[in-house]
């Protein structure tokens, strides 16, 4: 997707009287919508992007099936919560011995987004190559060891995976909804708005 698409996008969801939300320029938007998630604006994110957990977010992943001989099912969404994964990988049970806290202190989920930035990074993700000799296969043990290991750069990328994003209004965009203004404007991309004009007026 290009610059241009996102600004078509953009100006889309303005006439639609959509509201959307942009990251700041220090911010991924992966990471700015998983801090959504956590304030409440919404339940998961879509997206095929797992860094959206490792930033403590809710992730509704899509996936192709290739196999699936049934093309409505090629692609299929798996819900993952961020509280049930920590659960299910032991982390918070992990986070809360090693801290001497109780399991349900509100701080073990903290702790635990922490180490699974850890994780990710240790495994590469879109910052960073992975860890020579850690494998999906061994990370999880070297991580109950203690022993994972990580260079100057991984550090840097931890630390900024790790730093909480605070979400203010002017994050957020919203416009009118103005159907004219919409015909006009794909009409001078060479739309056929005859074919969306009724639709369209009747959102």
Known sequence: MTGE???????????????????????????????????????????????????????????NNPFSPDKKLKTFYQEIN??????????????????????NDERVAKFARADLCRLSVSLGNDFTEKTPRVTKLSVMSKYFKNNLSFNDKQCEIINYMIKEVEITPDVFTQSEKNIGGLLEYLSVRDFDISKYRDKLEMF
């Not at 911010?27 to 700015?32: A, N, S, V, Y």
């Not at 998961?44 to 996936?63: E, M």
Request: overall charge negative; glycine content about 10%.
């Open 5 to 63: 698409h996102i600004k078509d996008v953009q100006e889309l969801l303005k006439f639609l009287g959509i509201v959307y939300a942009t990251a700041p320029v220090d911010i991924e938007g992966e990471h700015l919508a998983a801090q959504m998630t956590k304030d409440g604006y919404c339940d998961y994110v879509l997206s095929g992007d797992s860094d959206i957990l490792a930033f403590g977010g809710n992730l509704l992943r899509f996936s």
């Open 82 to 103: 961020f509280r049930d994964l920590i659960s299910k990988l032991g982390m918070d049970k992990f986070v809360a011995e090693q801290n001497g806290m109780d399991i």
